[in-house]
């Protein structure tokens, strides 16, 4: 059985690098922030919502089958609902439905003490704060086991590396 890892928190705190960097020392998948994919600016709809919820629910199922062990998931359905809830002010309910239909073997919330950098998506840099809270509220709601990772990314990387090691037992290749 394939153990998925999700890489979660706010926004430019090292998800999508961490997914690339796990991912190449696992000799394994990853599955991409799908919303990055799909968007191309902060203006978009509850459809638009659904459609990435959906597509990464799909993404996931899909990257199981060629995931060598382990598959490493760069955020999930709840970063989609508390973005929807953020921008839009609603939460469709398939995006519970798919939140029911999803499990992970572990979180790693992200912690916001590494630079924000802007790339054109990126815009709640100035609420880094309040973000962080509301991510990490919403693990504690639905009592979601986490490790908090902080520092650079290397040493978020050798704390997730070390994690999987010890609870997974499941080992880098590189």
Known sequence: MIKKICL???ESTGKSTLAINLAHRFETTFVPEVAREMLITNDFSEQDIINIGVAH???INDKLSSANEILFCDTDVITTQIYAQ???QVVPEILYKLEAEMSYDHYFLMDIDVPWVA???RDLGHKREEMFAIFKSALEKRNIA?????GDFREREDVIVNWIKRNLNIHPKR
């Open 8 to 10: 979660y928190g706010p």
């Open 57 to 59: 629910a799909e993404r």
């Open 86 to 88: 953020y921008y839009l």
């Open 119 to 121: 790339d054109g998506l």
């Open 146 to 150: 986490y490790t908090l990772l902080q």
